[in-house]
């Protein structure tokens, strides 16, 4: 029977991290193209039953985290290791503390909303986009995607064969987020995407961060 865990067992992950990622702002970043405008408290958007625990976020994590929201690494962060040690968790917690609103782009484009799919999710979505069964079409669903201040693409390495055509629709979503806030989750290491997608996103991953978390396995028994 699953129990349900109480406000001290169960708090936001995103107030872990340290003081420095919150006090992140407009006036302190460096002159880059897409670092994140973060807000005062974490507001949760995504996944609101999930558990964001402080002892998910390792140190490296928390500095990782800051460094991508003042522009000083490059996106995206790909974030790899076994089931259960956290990643979703971590990838939530800075979900939570982005902004929805956003400064405009280097080109002035409006950029705004956070956004949270399973890769299969999003895949379904796409294919559902292209033969009109949902009411967003593939050109809004790229327009979308394009505006977000930051996706996160969870279980990348279960989304499908590769032999599945339709891994093409991850490809393209990466490619669309080139250089902007974008966070790749995987139970397995790079190599093991790699052979489901092959070196077009193997390419972009190694463009950005990639960090493996550790740890044991938090779901329980």
């Not at 949760?44 to 490296?60: G, N």
């Not at 996706?151 to 490619?175: C, H």
């Not at 669309?176 to 790749?184: D, F, Q």
């Amino acid at each position: 029977m699953t129990q349900t865990k109480t406000n001290q067992e169960c708090h936001p992950l995103a107030a872990a991290i340290d003081s420095r990622l919150n006090q992140v702002n407009s006036s302190t970043l460096k002159t880059t193209a897409y670092p994140l405008r973060l807000n005062g408290q974490p507001q949760v958007r995504h996944l609101p039953t999930e558990c964001r625990s402080s002892e998910l976020v390792a140190p490296a994590l928390r500095e990782t985290f800051r460094r991508l929201a003042a522009g000083t690494d490059p996106w995206p962060l790909t974030l790899w290791g076994e089931p259960g040690v956290g990643k979703t968790c971590a990838a939530l917690a800075m979900l939570d503390w982005t902004a929805a609103f956003q400064p405009k782009d280097v080109l002035g484009r409006a950029v705004h909303g956070t956004l949270y799919w399973t890769a299969t999710d999003y895949v379904r979505l796409t294919f559902h986009a292209e033969f009109g069964r949902v009411e967003v079409s593939p050109g809004e669903l790229k327009r979308i995607v394009c505006k977000a201040a930051l996706i996160v693409i969870d279980e990348l390495d279960r989304a499908t064969e590769a032999k599945d055509s339709r891994v093409e629709a991850i490809l393209d979503l990466v490619d669309w987020r080139k250089g902007r806030p974008l966070v790749l989750v995987s139970n397995g290491p790079p190599e093991k995407a790699a052979v489901i997608y092959g070196k077009r996103l193997s390419s972009r991953m190694s463009a950005g961060v990639i960090l493996r978390v550790d740890g044991p396995d938090r779901r329980g028994g």
